[in-house]
C-alpha cells in the first residue's frame, strides 16, 4: 500500500539545521510532485517546498526561501528538507505530501520543534 515515512524531526536550538526525510513507497515516485507542508499549533497547515518530479524548478515559502532546501532522490524514493538558521516560529509538525493531477497522499508527520 501508499506510504510515506518522514524522519528527521525533533528539538534544535535557534540557528540550528535538520534534515528531515520522506521515504516514499507503494506509488510510482519519480512521476509525483513532491511537498512539504506544516501546521502549528492553532494554525493552517501550510505549504512550506515544492519540487517538481524530475527535480529542478523548486519553490518556497516567503518564510523558508534562502533557508530550506528541498531536494529529492528518485532512485531512492526519497524526498529530503534541508532546514538551516532555524528559528521558533519554525516549530511545527512537518509533513510529506506527493501529488499527481487529483491523486494526493499525505505522510503522519514529524515534530520540528525549534526552542532554546
Known amino acids: 500500500q501508499v506510504q510515506l515515512v518522514e524522519s528527521g524531526g525533533g528539538l534544535v536550538q535557534p540557528g540550528g539545521s535538520l534534515r528531515l526525510s520522506c521515504a516514499a513507497s507503494?506509488?510510482?515516485?519519480?512521476?509525483?510532485?513532491m511537498s512539504w507542508y506544516r501546521q502549528a499549533p492553532g494554525k493552517e497547515r501550510e505549504l512550506v517546498a515544492v519540487?517538481?518530479?524530475?527535480?529542478?524548478?523548486?519553490n518556497y515559502a516567503d518564510s523558508v526561501r534562502g533557508r530550506f532546501t528541498i531536494s529529492r532522490d528518485n532512485a531512492k524514493n526519497t524526498v529530503y528538507l534541508q532546514m538551516n538558521s532555524l528559528k521558533p516560529e519554525d516549530t511545527a509538525v512537518y509533513y510529506c505530501?506527493?501529488?499527481?493531477?487529483?491523486?494526493?497522499?499525505w505522510g503522519q508527520g514529524t515534530q520540528v520543534t525549534v526552542s532554546s
Open positions: 505530501h506527493a501529488s499527481l493531477f487529483s491523486i494526493k497522499y
Open positions: 507503494g506509488f510510482t515516485f519519480s512521476v509525483y510532485v
Open positions: 519540487i517538481p518530479s524530475a527535480g529542478g524548478d523548486t
